[in-house]
Each structure stands twice: as structure tokens, then as C-alpha cells.
């Protein structure tokens, strides 16, 4: 079995102007099948970085970084997209569902990304939805959704990515407590069900008891790392 | 892909209905200028093309149909007696004034046809008949004239170039390009009407080859034994008539600048529509990129609404053309509906709409995933 994520001094320098920001510095990690870990961490810590550069969407300035089992290089874009669409699926905190398109549609749109369409498609998306518990707001649009179903209409879209492992940035950054909460409980009892692995960043400490692992950054560094008992 | 396109467009209704609008709007404008300018170019040489014949002589660089010279009728026999040459007819095409009932006069094209055989003729008779025009003053005009001349009954009389000539028959369909009212007379009696002609003269010469020669090659060895005049087949004499009022009277450039700005204007107000629709979804596309869409399936969603754009505005277009062309024909002008214009308006549309897309193609090609992370 393929350990999903290595990084070896993974970091990365942002320059402006003169100014030089040590974003992510010398972070290594590993990240194990099934595993739910939660990146905590100030404002302007490193998670969003960090967590763009485990997506295969930013260059990092220095380290390695190996994608269950590919040396993952970033100069080649296209071995980029290969990699994404096979392994990687993302939550954000702006919801990004298309407003046009009711939840099954958003989640039928990806399934049909991935090759799969008609009855089988319908069945998938109509399990998915109701795995996030919104059997009955299938048809909703967006805009008659609240914040904490349309964060749990992304997380079914991203599932039907179908890929091992899924990135979120701050899914509960929109969300009260109860919904962030709720949030977080279908998706990390959604990755247990399905064998995947999550990295969820977030400041949001009120979650902290729902991870296997949590890592807590500052300054670009990893300065703690606190496992679950048992 | 087109599913979703649809969706976006029929959610966003006002913008979708401005930018429907805005299609209408040109590809109405650009349905009309070519409608008109087809129009026109048919008037120009409807006589041309009703006349039955293969070949068109006519004085030495004759430009069109209206303002020919007239030459020696020795130039007919010859032509009938070229070999190849199955049979031939004299015709004249001439100015000549008209004497309003109410006093004043007004210009008219005369043609003098031989009405034995009608060649040069009317074609399409409202009353009467093309051979009431032989052995004397009699005189055919057409319905479209009524509007110069007032109302026209058979049997009355009309001064033409002070000869009193008795209506005999009314056409249909017979305009010119210069607008003055068409009389149809017979070929002797054109002759003598018109005295700057001399009376051995005609304008025309059209003739008809005998099957089994090759309509160029008798014009080859006509051109090469006639002197003093040209020598068309039927079909470059009447393009040549449609180019010189269409081209060199600067008519069709005017009509091909508000075909090229309605053209422009559409592409702006698809690109604008198309920009920001693609801006405001820059988010979803991207997370779709970031799932695993590759730019091809994002460029499909785009174009698909580019595509929509197109179809439904050409397909309102059309029906408006349609509807108004009666409108025009109230008005006396000859508004073209064809297949091939449609489909050529069709294309136009797509290009049109497609273009426009382009712009927005770029953009999510370069979209900055980084964006995504930002709330
Ligand atoms: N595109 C960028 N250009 C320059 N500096 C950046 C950029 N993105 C983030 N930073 C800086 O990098 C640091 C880490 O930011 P970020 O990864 O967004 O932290 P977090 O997600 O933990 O809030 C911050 O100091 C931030 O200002
Ligand atoms: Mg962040």
C-alpha cells in the first residue's frame, strides 16, 4: 500500500518587492491511508499554503513531496492535472457550487467529469447527497440552501471526485458553530466509511476533537503535532 | 456541457434578455442590409434575367443594362448569321419622358422588345398581354410605375416623348435600379420615339445558340468578327450590371460597413455577456479544474453559451425578417429571403457569437487556482 503524502523540508518563499515571507518553512509530514487531520493554526500561519502545495497547485520553493508514490515535479503542468484528477479532491470555504444548477446537478456535473452519466450517475449523486444528509434538498438551488448545506453539497461533490484524498481550507469559515460542526462530522465520518484520507485546515479549535491527528503550525513551521488515544 | 450553459443562461434572465436582445438587434440589422442589398442587386438586372437567351450584345463598354449605347442593326444580322447561333432579337433600352395627367413630365426607361416573340418583354402580366404592343402606339407599364405616374388604367392614353401612346397591358415585377417607371413599347416603335437613336439602330442584341454549341465558344468568335460593340453571356451581363450599381455607385460599401459595424457591435455585447458570466463563475470554473475538469470541458460550457446566444437571436432575427419583409414590400423595396442568405446569416451569427467567446477562453486557461483558497 502507497503512503498517501511525504514531504521532506517542504517550504515555500514568497517575495514582494524587497520583502521575503517564509510562507511554509522546512515542514515534513506524512500523511497515512485513512487518516483525518486536521492543519490548526493562526491567521496567516502557512495552512493555506501549505495545503495549495499538497494540491499540486502551487510551486513550493524548496523540498520534496511524494504523492502515493510519485515524485511529484512541478514544472511539468500537465503531470500536475494527471495527478490532481487522480488523487486529489478539494473542499473550500467559498462553497463554489454553481448557482445555476440545483445540488444534484452540481454533483452530476463532476460525476460526468469523470466519465460516469446516466442512471448510474443518478444514483450515485442521489446516494452521495443523501450521505451528507440532504435527501431532501436534492433539487435545491444554491440560493435556497444554507451556508451549512451547500458546504455539504461541496463535500458530496467532492466525493464524487471519487479521488483518495481530499484537501479543505476552512470548510466551517462560513458557518456557525452547529452547521460548521455537523460540517465537519459527515465528512470526517464519510472518509471513515470510504477508506480516504483529509486534511482539513482550519483556526476553527472548537472542531479539534472530530481529527485522528492534528498538526498546529505558526510562522510557516509545524510546532506540535497531538495524536488521538487509542 | 450544454445543459449547464443552458442553465446559467436561462438563471441570469435579465442579462440573458439584454444579450438576447443585443443579437437581435444585429443580426436583424445585418438579415436587413442584405436582404435590401440582394434586392437591389435583383432589380438591377431583373430584365436581364427574365430575357430569355444566351448571349447579350451589346456597344462597346456598355457598364449595365440602363445606360447603353446604341449601334448600327448591321451588328444583327451578323450575329444571326454566325453559325451556332440559333436565333436573334433586337432590343432597345432608352430615356424618354413622360406626361404626368397633371401636368409636369417624369423620366422613364423605355424598352422596345419585338412582340412577336416577346423577347425582352414582360414576363409576368398583371392585364393584357406582351404581343398587345405590335403595329402601333401602345405602350406597357408596370404596376411599381403606378406610384411615379398615378393611377394607370388599360385603355387610356399617355404622352410619351410627345407621342400619345394607348396602354395595352400592365406587368408586374419590372423595376430598375434608377428608380424611373419602365414602358414597355415594341422594338419599331421604341425606334422611332427615340430620335437620338437614328433609326437604324438598336441597343441590344440578344441571342439564343443552337443546341449542341458551346455557348463560349460562339462568343469567342463573335467578339473576334463584331466590331465596335461586347459580347456577354447572359450571366456576366447581368453581374455586370448588379456590380456597377452595387459597386461602383458606392451603394454596397455603405451596405457592407453596417454589416461589418452590426457584425462588431454583436461580438461586443456576446463578448461582454460571455466575459462576465465567465468572471462571476471564475470560482466554480476553477474548482472544476481543480476536481479534475481539464480547459476543454470548461471551454465547452462557454461556448455552449455562445452557441445558445447565437441560435436564439438568429432564430428571433429571422422570424422578425421574415414579418417585415412584407413591411418593406408596402414600401416598394425588394427585401431578399433565401436559404443561402439565412444560412449565410446563420454562419455569420455563429462566428459572430463564437469570437466573442474567445476572450473568456483565455481567461480560464490562465485561471489562478490560488484564487479558490481565497474565501
Ligand atoms: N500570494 C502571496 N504573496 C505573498 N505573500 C503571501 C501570499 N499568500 C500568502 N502569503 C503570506 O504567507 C503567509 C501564510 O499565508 P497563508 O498560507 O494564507 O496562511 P493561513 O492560511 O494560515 O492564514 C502569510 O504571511 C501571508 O501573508
Ligand atoms: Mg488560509
Known sequence: MQIPIITKGFSKIYTEGQFTVNAVSDVDLQLDEGEVVGLFGPSGSGKTTLLSMLGCILRPSGGSFELYGNNVVFQDDRKLTE???????????????????????????????????????????????????????????????????????????????????????????????????????????????????????????????????????????????????? | MFYVALRIILYDKVRSLITLLGVVFAVGLIFAQMGIFLGLMETSSVIVDHTPGDIWVTSKNSKNFDFSQPFPEYIYHQVTAEDGIQSAEKLIVAWGIIRQKEGGTEQVEIVGYNPDTGIGGPWDMVEGDPSLVKNGNFAIVDESAMKRLGDIQIGEYRDVLWHRLQIVGISRGVKSFTTAPIIFTSFNLAQSLVTYMGSDSTVFVVAKVSPGHSVPEVIKSLQKKLKGVDVYDKGSFSRKTRLYWTMETGVGFSFMLTILISFLIGMLIVGQTIYNSTMEHIKEFGTLKALGASNYEIYKIIFSQAMINALSGYLVSLLITIMSAKIYEAFGMVMVIKGWVNLLVLALTFIMCLSAAFISIRKVKRIDPAILFRG
Do not use: W
Not at chain 1, 444548477?101 to 452519466?117: D, P, S
Not at chain 1, 450515485?124 to 435545491?140: K, M, N, P, T
Open chain 1, 83 to 230: 495527478l490532481r484528477k487522480k488523487y486529489i479532491s478539494f473542499i473550500f470555504q467559498g462553497f463554489n457550487l454553481f448557482p445555476a444548477l440545483t445540488a444534484f446537478e452540481n454533483v452530476m456535473l463532476v460525476l460526468k467529469l469523470k466519465g460516469i452519466e446516466g442512471n448510474p450517475a443518478e444514483q450515485r449523486a442521489i446516494e452521495l447527497l443523501s450521505a451528507v444528509g440532504l435527501q431532501d434538498r436534492i433539487h435545491f438551488l444554491p440560493r435556497d440552501l444554507s451556508g451549512g448545506q451547500k458546504q455539504r453539497v461541496a463535500i458530496a461533490r467532492a466525493l464524487a471526485a471519487d479521488a483518495p484524498l481530499i484537501l479543505a481550507d476552512e470548510p466551517t469559515g462560513n458557518l456557525d458553530f452547529v452547521n460548521g460542526r455537523k460540517v465537519m462530522e459527515v465528512l470526517n465520518d464519510l472518509a471513515k466509511k470510504q477508506n480516504r484520507c483529509v486534511i482539513v485546515a482550519t483556526h476553527d479549535n472548537r472542531i479539534e476533537d472530530v481529527f485522528d491527528r492534528i498538526i498546529y503550525m505558526e510562522d510557516g513551521r509545524v510546532i506540535r503535532e497531538k495524536r488521538r488515544e487509542g
